[in-house]
């Protein structure tokens, strides 16, 4: 059997991410979400939402803010494939996702993503605004995906 794309809602994802994700949970919102099925089967799931930070949130750019397998082979990064063509459809430049440093991102070069740039690992927890912080705390690599006819960084003017 093939992986195919279908479309999923956000309770769905979240429920996959809350069975399967390592270190995350369910998400408060999103753009839209996509499905990997094995035939009747969701094998997979991404979530993707406005960018995390706010510096990339220029209103071109998505991030894929969850992205969750039970671990059927090549899944990931069949996801992140559909998940960049699908914002690109959309009308969106680039697509962004950050892993953990810990990690290899070999499925992301799979898809054709290129890594971009790094940051901290940091809490969510401010004396005005103080969180339990519910996620790794160590650093991260961004990774992005853009169309052939834009640059990696930016929007063409």
């Known amino acids: 059997m ?29 753009k839209f979400s996509l499905g990997a099925a ?4 969701i094998v997979g799931v991404a979530i993707i939402g406005r960018p995390v930070s706010r510096h990339r949130d220029d ?15 090549n899944a990931c990064s069949f996801l ?3 998940s960049a063509r ?3 459809a959309l009308g969106y430049r680039r697509v962004g996702t950050y892993i953990l440093k810990s990690e290899t ?16 690992g940091r ?8 969180r339990v912080d519910k996620h790794p705390l160590q650093g991260r690599l961004l990774f992005e995906s853009c169309p052939a006819t834009q640059p990696i ?3 063409q003017s």
Not at 2 to 30: K, M
Not at 123 to 130: L, Q
């Open 80 to 82: 992140y494939g559909a």
């Open 38 to 41: 094995m035939g009747e089967s």
């Open 2 to 30: 093939r992986l195919a794309v279908v479309p999923i809602d956000l309770d769905e994802a979240n429920e996959f991410v809350a069975r399967h994700h390592r270190h995350h949970g369910a998400v408060v919102g999103h």
């Open 105 to 120: 991102g070999a499925s992301l070069y799979g898809a054709g993503w290129r890594l971009v740039g790094e940051t901290p």
């Open 59 to 73: 209103g071109m750019t998505l991030d894929v803010t969850r992205l969750c397998t039970d671990g059927t082979r």
């Open 86 to 88: 699908a914002c690109f």
């Open 123 to 130: 809490s969510w927890s401010v004396p005005s605004r103080p």
């Open 153 to 155: 960084r930016g929007v």
